[in-house]
């Protein structure tokens, strides 16, 4: 089993900036994948970011490209988003996932954390 923790949501004024962190531990051989998704109220989740594992690899969302950044450190088994010029319509729970396969879809990953509560104000 793999357990997820996030941490560093909060309430935040439009322009400004959060860092999300994520740690696993647990059963993390054979990570391929950890991601972050969000979701807002009525709405789906939705993918944010990836980074592989080994090598570090990155992929982001149309949507919040330019202004996340995701990074991770092996030794400490944690991922980070960092969230710069936030805007109203990033209010979400951001989630962290671990997943043992490539992907962008929620069903790619097998491990969530509970998620993160972040609120922007306009």
């Known amino acids: 089993q793999v357990q997820l923790v996030e941490s560093g949501g909060g309430l935040v004024q439009a322009g400004g900036s959060l860092r999300l962190s994520c740690t696993a531990s647990g059963r993390t051989s054979g990570v391929v994948n950890m991601a972050w998704f969000r979701q807002s109220p009525g709405k789906e989740r939705e993918f944010v970011a990836r980074i592989r594992w080994t090598g570090g690899s990155t992929y982001y969302a149309d949507s919040v490209k330019g202004r996340f950044t995701i990074s991770r450190d092996n030794a400490k088994n944690t991922v980070y988003l960092q969230i710069n010029s936030l805007k109203p319509e990033d209010t979400a729970v951001y989630y962290c996932?671990?997943?043992?396969?490539?992907?962008?879809?929620?069903?790619?990953?097998?491990?969530w954390g509970q998620g993160t509560q972040v609120t922007v104000s306009s």
């Open positions: 996932a671990l997943g043992t396969t490539v992907g962008t879809t929620a069903i790619r990953y097998d491990y």
